[in-house]
């Protein structure tokens, strides 16, 4: 589900921690089933029944009931959700340790993974996401994911996922998706310890994607590239080019994908607009919540500062 890193829910505060009896049963991935969907190939296997916290943990307004049970994380399904488990159980398969595992469905259908333990940034972001080393970390880390990821085979569309373009939306101007971009790699979605980046969670936007636009993802969060007073406050006094220069040479995006950064950024910032237009007027829920927000007004000011920009970030990055 492509989403522009503009149009990202903002998270919600950590509600009361509430006591619920765990389900005595968890719905596993079968692990003779491996080259199969791993959300339709469970089996059964009794766990002893227990109290233990479910801990509510900050969320989208997209996404919302994401839970902690112990050293499992608990999310609701979605159309999404089948590509989000394989994408998960190929990476467990290849040996990525940067990913939480996915365990299966629970009693209530929900999602079960691992936790992965450590530090992620909330609102108001941190002081530490503006340090050098981090985000070179952090394109370090999604480096080793794509390169990964780019070994799974891009599945067809299932029936029923497939989306209508939106009326008025510009064709994307990247090339042909060459793997499963995570395409959410905000301060929130990545898990530090000592201070480098050593996990990506929440794969909710995972889609086809190019290694482009992969990094583009990543430079408008972590550079930032937007007007100053649409980023975070701990990154308005820091050089976006020069951070711009210091992702895309950590991840070592090729020099022809250099080329078309710049481009695909604006394409996809136009193509964002309409996108999030659409799912506020016919999703409704959290769509509408944050286009209400003003979040179609910050995606056209991105535009606007791409373009005043675009020489100068061009330079920066090739």
């Given amino acids: 589900m492509p989403v522009d890193p503009v149009s990202r829910p903002r998270r919600r505060p950590v509600a009361l921690v509430r006591w619920v009896v765990r389900e005595n049963r968890?719905?596993?991935?079968?692990?003779?089933?491996?080259?199969?969907?791993?959300?339709?190939?469970?089996?059964?296997?009794?766990?002893?029944a227990s109290v233990e916290a479910e801990v509510p943990l900050p969320g989208g307004d997209v996404t919302d009931g994401v839970v902690r049970v112990g050293n499992t994380v608990r999310r609701p399904v979605g159309p999404h959700s089948w590509l989000v488990h394989e994408v998960l159980a190929h990476l467990d398969r290849?040996?990525?340790t940067g990913a939480p595992r996915f365990l299966g469905l629970d009693a209530q259908?929900?999602?079960?993974?691992t936790f992965v333990a450590g530090e992620v940034a909330g609102r108001p972001w941190p002081?530490?996401?503006?340090d050098e080393q981090r985000i070179a970390s952090v394109a370090r880390l999604v480096r080793s994911y794509d390169d990964a990821v780019a070994t799974l085979a891009i599945p067809a569309p299932r029936a029923g996922t497939r989306v209508a373009a939106p009326v008025g939306m510009p064709a994307s101007i990247a090339r042909p998706a060459e793997l499963l971009g995570h395409m959410d790699v905000t301060p929130e979605n990545v898990v530090f310890r000592d201070s480098v980046a050593v996990a990506l969670i929440d794969f909710d936007l995972v889609r086809p994607a190019t290694r482009t636009e992969e990094v583009g993802?990543?430079?408008?969060?972590?550079?930032?590239?937007?007007?100053?007073?649409?980023?975070e406050p701990v990154l308005r006094?820091?050089?976006?080019?020069?951070?711009?220069?210091?992702?895309?040479?950590?991840?070592g995006l090729s020099g022809p994908d250099r080329q078309l950064l710049v481009p695909v950024?604006?394409?996809?910032?136009?193509?964002?607009?309409?996108?999030?237009k659409h799912r506020a007027d016919h999703l409704g829920g959290g769509w509408r919540r944050m286009w209400d927000a003003g979040v179609g007004d910050r995606i056209l000011r991105r535009q606007e500062w791409l373009a005043v920009h675009a020489q100068e970030?061009?330079?920066a990055v090739t």
């Fill in 127 to 130: 002081a530490w996401v503006a």
């Fill in 237 to 251: 006094d820091v050089d976006p080019l020069a951070r711009a220069t210091t992702l895309v040479d950590a991840y």
């Fill in 217 to 231: 993802n990543v430079l408008q969060w972590w550079a930032p590239l937007m007007p100053i007073d649409d980023r």
């Fill in 109 to 113: 259908g929900r999602e079960v993974l």
């Fill in 26 to 48: 968890v719905m596993t991935a079968s692990p003779d089933r491996r080259g199969e969907d791993p959300s339709s190939g469970v089996v059964a296997e009794g766990l002893p």
């Fill in 94 to 96: 290849v040996g990525f």
């Fill in 313 to 315: 970030l061009h330079d």
């Fill in 265 to 276: 950024m604006l394409n996809a910032a136009d193509r964002t607009w309409h996108q999030m």
